[in-house]
């Protein structure tokens, strides 16, 4: 599933090559990916599912052009899922990076609640060569009580040397007044 449009105001579009989840924090708790499982498709988000098939669905994601300018599309993935999910296999993860690195045109916004996996996927995969410019890794932090996900986005540039590492704060349950947003785009 993708959507060339995505009403998201930080991003142009989403491609969801997994879909479901599992609730890992009280910022999982008003899930607007599982509201909308449960409305269009009567539930089932709970179960985690890898879909190969999407991975073609990179190629629509050519430039925005407005007028005479023209910037790179900004894509979410898995707007309805977490790519760092336990139930997803490596092995996948490697189809959807690969997939990813081959489309460098587009920037691409992965986005997760499970740093953890991330940074060991990530060094894994990237080691000292370094995360390619176009692939953007986040992590959500509702409130202060998940800060130290920003810690672990840190201490992965640390690791693997310097990306575009971003948060989003939302939905935003509680105060983060205690956010270190120092080294994060």
């Known amino acids: 599933m993708a959507s060339l449009n995505s009403h998201i105001s930080w991003t142009d579009s989403t491609w969801n090559p997994t879909t479901g989840c599992t609730k890992v924090s009280p910022g999982c708790d008003h899930c607007y990916a599982e509201a909308l499982t449960n409305r269009l498709w009567g539930g089932g988000f709970e179960t985690v599912r890898e879909h190969p098939d999407r991975l073609r669905q990179v190629r629509q994601f050519g430039p925005i052009i407005d007028g005479s300018t023209v910037r790179p599309r900004m894509v979410f993935v898995n707007s309805m899922s977490d790519l760092m999910h336990d139930n997803i296999a490596d092995a996948f993860r490697d189809q959807v990076f690969e997939t990813m690195e081959g489309a460098p045109r587009t920037v691409f916004q992965i986005l997760t609640k499970r740093p953890m996996t991330l940074r060991r996927y990530i060094e ?58 120092s080294g994060i785009e």
Do not use: Q
Not at 138 to 158: A, F, P, Q, T, Y
């Open 124 to 181: 894994a995969r990237y080691g000292a060569r370094g995360v390619p410019s176009h692939l953007w890794l986040g992590c959500s932090v509702e409130d202060n009580r998940v800060r130290g996900r920003i810690d672990m986005l840190r201490r992965l540039k640390d690791a693997v040397g310097d990306f575009t590492a971003f948060l989003s704060v939302e939905p935003l349950i509680g105060p983060a007044d205690r956010h270190d947003y």
